[in-house]
């Protein structure tokens, strides 16, 4: 169920804005954080950008080894999200205390997370004054995947699928609005 | 219906992933445009960051101009936001052209485009290297607005409001989802 997403198409498992889990590794120490504000940045190389504020220890991990992931969550692993958005990783090793299982990527050695619905391996683009003014990361795709039950041919198709295998968009509070209802919009015409 | 919103609860208009319409003046010219690219940067004071191309005509009034303004689209003008995502104010006079409405800003003299249930008003935050290098434009919030029936007390409603509310979520292609659904999530305990 797990697939391939071809790089070009990777942009897609963020352009309808669902909050991700970011997780990182170094020298054997490992950690995953929320974030809603994550966004592509551009379709091919693929690039994101990313939000991560200083005082997390994922941030810690992420540079010190130059790589991270994200994973996108969906309402499956609602209570995951809601979770390792509320705990820190300085005070405990959520993914072990939590019970969070993940598994192994292809190019970078931060975790992925089991039971999410879509996975960018990414390599962080270093841009020290935003990173550092702003806590905006920027990152490459080096490789991407999706439960083909709900993206494949390079898009999201939620209709028809399971109900907890849609995304997570976070509105307050660990509340969160999944997608629904597919609108086909036309193109207004111009005065003749 | 249209009411302020506090600033420091501006960024909750975005942190749920919509797709935006960017808009700029300058010296009598005015653009939109669509983004699908764009989240919250911060909270107080409030501050967004947008992936605008360098191919478009909003993009050079707003280097112009030093301002922007993003209005957050609901299905009611799912038409509109395909359209301005589609046709390039280099060609035509999207706003004319299409019969677009629009309101004015009380801090920026970009346009703000009626029938959207959020609105936010930004200068632009200059960080040349990031502009250039990868068309990601960072802002600081000075007024946000929103449709009361959708967004009060600093966060959207969108349950028991009319449909055509709902934000837009572009998948691919001029087909958009929006937020149905709202889940509660809760906290994962530890292993005791």
Redesign the interface.
């Known amino acids: 169920m797990r697939e391939p997403v071809p790089l070009p198409k990777a942009y897609?498992l963020l352009?309808?804005?669902?909050?991700v889990l970011v997780s990182s590794q170094h020298d054997g120490r490992s950690n995953v954080m929320a974030a809603?504000?994550?966004?592509?940045?551009?379709f091919d190389p693929p690039?994101l950008?990313v939000?991560i504020d200083k005082s997390t220890f994922t941030r810690r991990l992420l540079e010190a080894s130059g790589h991270f992931a994200l994973s996108v969550p969906c309402?499956a692993v609602?209570?995951?999200?809601?979770?390792v958005g509320?705990?820190s990783g300085r005070d405990?090793d959520k993914l072990?205390?939590?019970?969070i299982a993940t598994f192994a990527g292809t190019t970078t050695a931060a975790p992925l997370i089991e039971g999410c619905v879509g996975w960018l391996e990414c390599r962080v683009i270093a841009?020290p004054?935003?990173q550092q003014a702003?806590?905006?990361f920027?990152g490459e795709v080096l490789a991407a995947w999706a439960d083909s039950r709900v993206f494949r041919d390079?898009?999201?198709h939620?209709d028809g699928a399971p109900?907890e295998l849609?995304t997570?968009?976070?509105?307050?509070g660990?509340?969160?609005?999944?997608?629904?209802?597919?609108?086909?919009?036309?193109?207004?015409?111009?005065?003749p």
């Open positions: 897609r352009n309808h804005g669902p909050t809603a504000w994550a966004m592509p940045l551009d690039k950008a939000v309402r609602a209570d995951i999200t809601f979770t509320s705990v405990e072990q205390a939590r019970h841009q004054g935003v702003h806590d905006l920027l390079g898009r999201w939620f109900d849609r997570l968009h976070h509105v307050a660990g509340a969160f609005y999944s997608p629904s209802d597919l609108l086909l919009a036309r193109l207004r015409p111009a005065t």
